[in-house]
């Protein structure tokens, strides 16, 4: 597993990626993504420690480290599930939130 260093603070937080996920992809795969992301934190990720991100480019998967996130940027941990979506061209990400 190859590991590599997200300044999270060099980066801008904004409210658009999911819906640019969704242009980019489709509803149905974007949908998807999401859901796999999620798979890949419940196999080899650890509640609270590591969150799921989708490379909003690439659809790519990867786990980050929370504490990375909260050191960071101004992220308040929600109970329930959270994907950050990445988009390291524009330099922006998104925290998708779990809704029921």
């Known amino acids: 597993m190859k590991n590599i260093l997200i300044e999270l603070s060099d980066f801008s937080s904004v409210n658009n990626l999911w819906s640019e996920l969704i242009e980019n992809f489709g509803f149905d795969k974007a949908k998807k993504l999401i859901a ?52 390291p061209k524009k330099k922006t990400f998104q925290i998708l939130y779990e809704t029921k």
């Open 36 to 87: 796999q992301a999620n798979d890949l934190q419940k196999m080899n990720g650890v509640d609270d420690i590591t969150m799921p991100i989708v490379f909003i480019g690439t659809g790519g998967l990867a786990l980050i480290a929370i504490n990375l996130v909260e050191k960071n940027i101004d992220f308040e941990q929600k109970k329930g599930k959270e994907v950050l979506i990445f988009n």
